[in-house]
């Protein structure tokens, strides 16, 4: 009779340890940026072209599925400050680099099988164009805000639930959007009796400035905070 029991366990064991396998090989269909990708599993070399992508990453906790860290644009100080460490954690690209961003062949040199950037990454003459990486098996994931018009808040929401998907830590992803969600809610409480104090954003330039007009993240974030954008119109 015990052995019997012993039996029916290990079989029930086995039986889950094969529905948990085949739940994380079940592939994964992402589209992203005009494009349909399929992962068969999740990604175990990742290539983060700059460090607010590598945040994505930091934030649902997959630091040591990245292989190298671009710093793009970027400075580490730039982090928040919740996610510098797991960021600073990650292997630094040190060479190959153009104002802190890699050409093709440098990332490559990685033997990445995912890579994360923004639109513009992934043109051909800046980090190489999606089917590079195609041709070695790799994914690329463009951050929404970056190519869609009219980005909001709901893009990174979905650049967070796509990537949960990709890694396969869903309940990562949906945890760590209703946090931003209800912090959203919170601070748009707490503002709303306030009367929006007119601002200018400065975006870069010296002598003639950039600012940001009234549509995307940027506008939506000021709003959100308080703040009336004097070029709302724009």
């Known amino acids: ?37 399929t992962y068969v599993k999740a990604p175990e070399r990742a290539v983060c072209l700059s460090y607010n992508t590598a945040e994505f990453l930091a934030a649902l906790g997959l630091e040591d599925k990245v292989v190298a860290t671009a710093p793009g644009m970027y400075e580490i100080e730039d982090v928040l400050p919740a996610y510098r460490k797991a960021v600073e954690s990650m292997p630094p690209m040190k060479e190959g680099l153009t104002k802190g961003t890699p050409n093709l062949e440098t990332v490559l040199s990685y033997e990445p099988d995912f890579v994360i950037g923004t639109y513009y990454n992934f043109m051909p003459v800046n980090c190489g164009a999606p089917e590079d990486y195609e041709k070695v098996g ?15 808040l709901q893009n990174t929401y979905n650049d967070i ?62 709003t959100l905070g308080g703040g009336k954008n004097v070029f709302e119109n724009e």
């Open 138 to 152: 790799a994914g690329t994931y463009a951050t929404e805000g970056t190519y869609v018009e009219g980005a909001t």
């Open 161 to 222: 639930l796509n990537l949960g998907r990709i890694f396969h830590v869903e309940d990562r992803a949906e945890a760590l959007v209703a946090q931003m969600k209800a912090d959203a809610e919170e601070i748009a409480a707490k503002v709303k009796s306030s009367e929006p104090v007119r601002t200018f954003v400065y975006d870069s330039g010296e002598g003639k400035l950039y600012s940001i007009g009234g549509m995307a993240l940027e506008n939506e974030l000021l």
């Open 1 to 37: 009779m015990k052995k019997t029991v012993i039996f029916v366990l290990c079989a029930l064991m086995m039986l889950g340890a094969f529905h948990a396998l085949a739940a994380d090989e079940k592939p994964v269909v992402i589209n992203n940026n005009s494009r349909e990708t």
